[in-house]
């Protein structure tokens, strides 16, 4: 677009093909000083730009920013003079015809994102060679930001009546047509024709600072000043098309949750903030019924969470740092080689779905806080995982609460979930609560994503099609109760079989102590001082990475049990062998090594007994081998049923 010397201001008439209206669009223009050309632009998109009336502008919306778990709503496109617009459940023929005949597609950001959008919901759509991508192209003359910034750059006003609407509003303006507001896909449809042709505009800015050649400007008008017209959904008096063609089954809690776990199941659900000075979103899900309020302290939440003594706990903040740092701290030596992100979280950028890096400076404090409280509770043999609502709410398809309140209780309400929440004033972070506990019922319905990376724990996001894992079952008694053997038994059946001192052993060895129980005892408990015991945990399981069925001899440790259900939910059998006191004296051999009452007390011990109290199931060792290895069957092959795995072939 040529820039006049002083200020001017023009209208070129748009006429409708409906009706005898003319539509407007008023650009006006500053005074500026001449520019000097700074590059040029691609001979084989200059070429087919000269292709005036088959350049197809184009713009989409969607249901948010993950071409992963988002949607296509509707797709606006001007081309040959005349602005269409395909609407979700339209027949998208016209669509796929225009950009089939285009010489050339014009977008902004259409690379990184409309592109993905289109492709993935038109298999069969054939896209031009030539494509203009603004938000790129505008770079290379100075205009920098989104799409809205450069048009106020360059003084483009043709969003009377839109110009409080962004990318944001245009989510909720689908959310509410979808729920019978009809007038609100027409504004979406205004705002998406106010994108297309703004980049009209851009384009003709573009090109005047790029394009040195006169014979092109000789063959080419300014793409700005041709009329066009609209048509279809995009006329003014068109009737909108009515949300109910879009209607498909939906995923509710009961679709989901029906005769799993996670409906017979009570999670704690944490919406966390940095700051005990600030309190908390709390919610308590006792299968569909959600209990919501405010709390404060760490004290408080672990005080609660024991009386409730829950299936699991789900917190919403970072329980992890990225592998190779050692602190939360700046100053950590590793902060410059490692980073601030985990993997989990550039996964989630490269899905789409925006979240903070845990180690940024305004989030360090609430990781260092989460991190804290899930250890806590995790000694206390409670199992916890990490979620993050706003990915959950986009992958279910619940508005944000960025979105409002109201569309976030909406959509929880229609996914099933009932409480307090519906008819009483609550904050967001109680919603956000609700949200978190919800993640704890897809991981308890083994519908889920762990998304993680080396020693960084795992973040939970909901998945739908989720495939079974493996199936565990972890072993824990005291000194000779049997265990051993009852781990032994499934490993004959094709179990395949770990043990934690094993990995014990392994330290002995390189001590070069010899392994025995003793040894075994002082050096586990060293372990668990230094190490910890999820790492103990971590090793004793990657010996038998990737098996379907799998046997954990020796949990020890509260700690023990939180890990195992944190990795496989309800998957996980936590099994406790239990035998009377002097029997198990007759079964103890003494190696060299301690007496058995100083080996039964030893502190490596000290928590066996209350690690049996949350066991799953008591198995009696007190008679025979045969014995206990019938019931073991008998326990184990009821947990499968229970889980839905075929039992009869590998334990017969």
């Excluded at 040029?40 to 197809?56: D, F, G, K, N, Y």
């Excluded at 001899?553 to 939910?569: K, V």
Aim: proline share 4%.
């Amino acid at each position: 677009m040529s820039l006049a010397a002083s200020a001017e201001q023009w209208e070129l008439p748009l006429w409708d093909l409906g009706s005898s209206r003319p539509l407007r669009s008023t650009v006006s223009r500053t005074a500026r000083q001449p520019r000097k050309r700074i590059s040029s632009i691609e001979p084989q998109i200059l070429a087919a730009l000269s292709h005036t009336s088959r350049v197809l502008f184009l713009d989409v919306e969607t249901t948010g920013l993950s071409r992963y778990y988002d949607e296509l709503t509707l797709v606006g496109w001007l081309s040959d003079g005349v602005y269409r617009v395909h609407v979700a459940g339209d027949d998208p023929e016209p669509l796929l015809s225009s950009v089939q005949v285009a010489s050339a597609l014009v977008t902004f950001n259409g690379s990184l994102f409309d592109l993905a959008f289109l492709t993935k919901s038109f298999p069969r759509l054939s896209l031009p060679k030539a494509h203009a991508d603004l938000r790129f192209l505008a770079r290379r003359v100075g205009l920098t930001g989104g799409q809205k910034a450069i048009e106020r750059k360059l003084g483009i006003q043709i969003r009377e009546g839109v110009e409080d609407l962004d990318g944001a509003q245009a989510v909720l303006l689908w959310h509410r047509y979808l729920r019978g507001d009809a007038e609100s896909l027409r504004r979406l449809i205004e705002y998406n024709r106010c994108d297309v042709v703004a980049m009209r505009h851009i384009l003709d800015e573009v090109l005047e600072r790029l394009v040195s050649s006169p014979d092109f400007w000789l063959a080419t008008s300014r793409f700005s000043q041709h009329l066009y017209s609209v048509s279809g959904w995009a006329l003014p008096k068109a009737e909108m098309p009515s949300a109910s063609r879009l209607d498909k089954p939906k995923n509710t809690y009961q679709s989901l949750f029906a005769g799993t776990a996670a409906e017979r199941a009570t999670i704690v659900g944490i919406d966390l903030t940095g700051s005990e000075a600030r309190p908390s979103g709390w919610c308590v899900l006792r299968g569909a019924i959600a209990e919501t309020e405010m709390v404060a302290t760490d004290e408080e939440m672990i005080a609660r969470i024991i009386a409730i003594s829950p299936s699991l706990v789900s917190i919403d903040s970072p329980l992890s740092i990225p592998f190779g740092r050692t602190r939360v701290e700046d100053d950590d030596p590793g902060r410059s080689k490692f980073g601030i992100m985990r993997r989990c979280e550039r996964e989630l950028k490269r899905r789409g779905i925006n979240v903070y890096p845990c180690l940024l400076p305004s989030m360090q404090a609430l990781t260092r806080r989460g991190m804290r409280l899930a250890s806590r509770l995790r000694h206390l043999g409670i199992p916890v995982i990490e979620s993050y609502p706003g990915a959950a709410q986009d992958i279910i398809g619940i508005p944000r609460k960025g979105a409002g309140e109201a569309f976030l209780k909406t959509g929880l309400r229609e996914f099933g979930i009932s409480g307090n929440f519906v008819t009483s004033a609550i904050r967001h972070d109680e919603l956000d609560a609700i949200t978190s506990a919800l993640v704890g019922s897809f991981f308890l319905a083994e519908k889920y994503e762990a998304l993680t990376g080396p020693l960084e724990d795992s973040l939970i996001i909901p998945d739908l099609k989720a495939g079974s894992g493996p199936l565990v079952v972890g072993i824990s008694g005291r000194i000779c109760a049997g265990k051993t053997t009852a781990a032994r038994s499934l490993e004959r059946k094709g179990f395949a079989y770990t043990r934690l001192s094993l990995v014990v052993d392994d330290e002995i060895n390189k001590l070069g102590e010899e392994p025995n129980r003793e040894s075994r005892q002082r050096i586990g408990l060293e372990i668990n001082r230094t190490k910890g015991q999820r790492w103990l945990c971590e090793q004793a399981l990657a010996r038998v990475d990737a098996q379907r069925f799998i046997v954990v001899d020796g949990l020890r440790f509260l700690e023990d049990r939180a890990f195992f259900l944190e990795r496989f939910g309800s998957r996980f059998l936590h099994l406790h062998i239990v035998a009377p006191l002097e029997l198990r004296k007759q079964r103890y051999r003494n190696d060299g090594g301690p007496s058995f009452e100083d080996a039964d007390t030893m502190p490596v011990e000290s928590e066996i007994d209350r690690l049996g109290e949350r066991a799953g199931v008591f198995v009696e060792n007190s008679l025979t081998i045969d014995t206990l290895e019938g019931a073991i069957t008998s326990v184990v092959e009821s947990f499968m049923r229970k889980v839905g795995e075929e039992c009869q072939s590998r334990l017969s």
